[in-house]
């Protein structure tokens, strides 16, 4: 259980195009949904924070304009890469909180990933 | 603020042999959870193991297993038997994150020699 489904898999796009993520939760509502980024060979990083029905939290030096987070409903949550540049090329993973605390660990659970390419 | 150090960048083991990645911590906070995640090169992040701080006796699953000393405030991450699919990023994380999220270290690459 607590399967949050993440596409796509891997985008390659042109620069100043528009790339949308989406992170879905399958069998159970996300209240929360984190949104991290990495770069190569390096660890993940949080990038904003997104709460059913309310606005994104995002980190220092995230652009908030560039990286717009959707969180309509309980069981999706969307970022959009706008006006993508070479230098967004990365790895986005989301990650969903189960609720307050951990719980053996499925506290937890993360979507697979994209790979985003700007050409 | 919640710190997550692995001192490890990469490490060699050799097949069927037993593997121990490190992790401190530092934190401030009374209750807080530790996690490590195995993340292959496809990117996914592969959850192994949990422990809490209250937790009397080391978490152990499968061939993994937490050598968790709290006044150490250590969290070491022990694979027995490695196997040539262990090879792979492993990172340890804990909770603490100002937003609920979890803190990860920098992660150590792990290769299995045949």
């Known amino acids: 259980g607590a399967v949050v489904s993440q596409h796509p898999s891997w985008v390659i796009c042109k620069s100043g195009t528009s790339v949308k993520i989406e992170c879905r939760s399958l069998?159970?509502?996300?209240?929360?949904m984190f949104w991290y980024r990495q770069f190569p060979k390096q660890s993940l990083m949080l990038m904003a924070t997104?709460?059913?029905?309310?606005?994104?939290?995002?980190e220092q030096g995230v652009e908030k304009d560039k990286f717009l987070i959707n969180h309509a409903s309980l069981t999706l949550s969307t970022l959009t890469v706008t006006s993508a540049h070479p230098e967004d090329s990365s790895f986005y993973i989301c990650?969903?909180?189960?609720?307050?605390?951990?719980?053996?660990?499925?506290?937890?659970?993360f979507g697979s990933g994209t790979r985003l390419t700007v050409v | 603020a919640q710190k997550i150090t692995q001192t490890q960048p990469g490490m060699f083991v050799q097949e069927k042999e037993a593997v121990t990645l490190d992790c401190t911590y530092d934190?401030?906070?009374?209750?807080?959870?530790l996690f490590w995640y195995k993340q292959p090169s496809s990117g996914e992040m592969i959850f192994l193991i949990y422990?809490?701080?209250?937790?009397?006796q080391n978490a152990t699953e499968g061939r993994y297993s937490l050598n968790f000393q709290k006044a150490r405030k250590s969290a070491n991450l022990v694979i027995s038997a490695s196997q040539l699919g262990d090879s792979a990023m492993y990172f340890c994380?804990?909770?603490?994150?100002?937003?609920?999220?979890?803190?990860f270290g920098k992660g150590t690459k792990l290769s299995v020699k045949p």
């Open positions: 934190t401030s906070d009374p209750s807080y959870g």
């Open positions: 994380a804990s909770t603490g994150g100002s937003q609920g999220n979890l803190i």
């Open positions: 990650s969903a909180s189960l609720g307050r605390g951990p719980l053996r660990g499925y506290g937890y659970t």
């Open positions: 069998d159970f509502q996300a209240t929360t």
């Open positions: 997104s709460n059913e029905g309310s606005k994104a939290t995002y």
């Open positions: 422990q809490g701080s209250y937790d009397q």
